[in-house]
């Protein structure tokens, strides 16, 4: 069995690669023998096998900084949009230009995968691989939440009106214009895979003259997807049944904390608050002045201990008392310490997660992509609050700690939701678990696919038939109306006539 995993961040690298690495030491144990192909080196050991390339971090990490990641937060959808695909054509550079790539490369075609779970956000420049390997089942699995990308592979229909994407600021477009614009997105979406990311994909293949053959990115014979979704924390979703929830995979029964931090924890009854803004956002290049204001507001709230995760760049900062900072924390373990009571977060998807199954309300600071969707749901289940980069002054961030530390409904609504996330017939990581062994017995993709007709963007929603029918509709309701007319006027003149 071969595991895939690729960042589309640094952060990502690293949740993404832990979560799947979960999955993979699981099935190690359980007897199968797995090849982890991973950006991130790593020791091999008993029936768990690394493959590392090494040249996607780095491709990745310059593309970000092209990117600046922080200018992103006030940039267009469109444009982040056109950002990600970036991202993508990076990795698969970086893929290419790898020694691991040669390595598998270098595998006999005769070499034996039961199955491939690949990363499907990521591209599928890796699934040129399934093929020389003739084609064993594909598990897709990722640690995003982006259905329109299943549903492009499955020939599902999305439902725009139900199916928010993810850079798209509201939960469920309800009014006119906002379905228009994210039916919009669904089909810009769309246009920009196939005409633009796919085929630089496809070249970037064909230049490494490693295959004889293209890649087929959308037909990549998944027989599962195993996307990181959970109706408790995104909107209720009508899924094919091909694609199973596994969200919250990464969460894992809480650990003690190191001892100094534990000792702090243990000490702050009156409220501990978690503050991280993830691994690529360091505050203090937003400025001075929003720093500093973050920190005087934490010093007015003297009863509560604060943990930030930073990197000063600077020493000599005056840290007030209650402010404890390090440039990480154990951030599931914090979250599940008795005393947590806020969590001040960027709102990525895992984060979330995180603190809706401990039961924690959250105050969203969103920096870029999905998370200004992540934390606008969280806002409208009346578990969070939010704060743009714009609007982060010391009066409006006491304002929204004071109304979250103090308002019961935060914490009784988070605790409604959270019972719910963790009310289940099995967890997260065992349902995983049975879907990849299930795909190993039912190996036919077909038993859950079929054998469906491709079709495309607009066949699938139906767009041409509701074209179809309006016109008839029209031409029918024109005709109608010439019909009438000249009935009317034919007897116009007949009373015409008579009455001459």
């Not at 071969?2 to 999955?23: D, F, K, M």
């Not at 996307?227 to 049944?241: G, H």
């Not at 199954?357 to 749901?377: A, E």
Request: with cysteine; proline share 4%.
């Amino acid at each position: 069995m071969v595991i895939y995993s690729t960042p589309l961040s640094e952060q990502h690298l690293l949740r993404n690669y832990c979560r799947l690495r979960a999955v993979a030491e699981k099935l190690a144990v359980q007897g199968h023998n797995i090849t982890f192909i991973s950006c991130d080196a790593d020791e091999s050991k008993h029936n768990l096998h690394f493959i590392h390339m090494e040249k996607v971090y780095d491709s990745v990490l310059a593309k970000s900084y092209e990117l600046n990641q922080f200018e992103l937060s006030y940039t267009n959808i469109i444009f982040q949009y056109f950002d990600t695909h970036e991202l993508t054509i990076a990795i698969c550079e970086g893929l290419t230009k790898s020694n691991g790539w040669q390595l598998l490369n270098s595998y006999p075609s005769y070499f034996k995968f039961d199955l491939f779970i690949h990363d499907y956000m990521t591209g599928g420049c890796l699934l040129s691989f399934n093929k020389k390997f003739n084609r064993p089942p594909v598990v897709a699995m990722t640690a995003f939440r982006d259905n329109s990308i299943f549903h492009r592979t499955t020939k599902t229909a999305v439902i725009p009106s139900r199916n928010t994407l993810p850079y798209f600021h509201q939960q469920v477009p309800t009014s006119f214009s906002e379905r228009t614009i994210n039916f919009s997105l669904h089909m810009f979406e769309y246009v920009l895979w196939h005409y633009y990311t796919c085929p630089k994909l496809t070249k970037i293949i064909q230049d490494t003259n490693s295959f004889e053959y293209l890649v087929d990115f959308d037909a990549n014979d998944a027989i599962v997807f195993l996307t990181n979704y959970d109706p408790m924390v995104d909107e209720a979703q009508q899924l094919p049944p091909s694609v199973i929830g596994v969200g919250g995979l990464q969460i894992k029964i809480p650990s003690m904390l190191p001892d100094e931090l534990q000792q702090i924890a243990d000490k702050a009854s009156n409220g501990l608050v978690l503050f991280s803004l993830g691994t690529n956002v360091n505050l203090q290049e937003f400025g001075e002045t929003i720093f500093i204001d973050i920190l005087n507001c934490f010093e007015v709230f003297p009863e509560y201990t604060f943990f930030w995760k930073i990197d000063l760049d600077d020493d000599n900062i005056r840290i007030p008392t209650n402010v404890v900072v390090r440039n990480w924390f154990p951030q599931n373990d914090v979250l599940a310490h008795k005393h947590t009571k806020l969590f001040i977060t960027h709102g990525g998807l895992m984060s979330t997660q995180e603190a809706i199954w401990h039961g924690v309300p959250m105050l969203g600071i969103p920096i870029f992509f999905d998370q200004y969707s992540n934390i606008r749901k969280a806002v409208d289940k009346g578990i969070a609050e939010v704060l743009y980069i714009k609007d982060l002054t010391l009066e409006n961030i006491c304002d929204k700690i004071s109304l979250l530390m103090f308002h019961p409904k935060y914490k009784e609504n988070i605790e409604i939701y959270s019972n719910a996330f963790r009310d289940r017939m099995e967890t997260p990581m065992q349902r995983a678990i049975w879907w990849i062994q299930w795909a190993m017995r039912q190996p036919r993709r077909k038993v859950y696919n079929g054998n469906e007709k491709i079709l495309n963007f607009l066949q699938i929603e139906s767009v041409d038939v509701i074209g179809f029918l309006i016109i008839i509709t029209l031409i029918s309701f024109c005709t109608m109306i010439v019909l009438t007319k000249k009935c009317i006027l034919f007897i116009f003149r007949r009373v015409n006539f008579a009455c001459s």
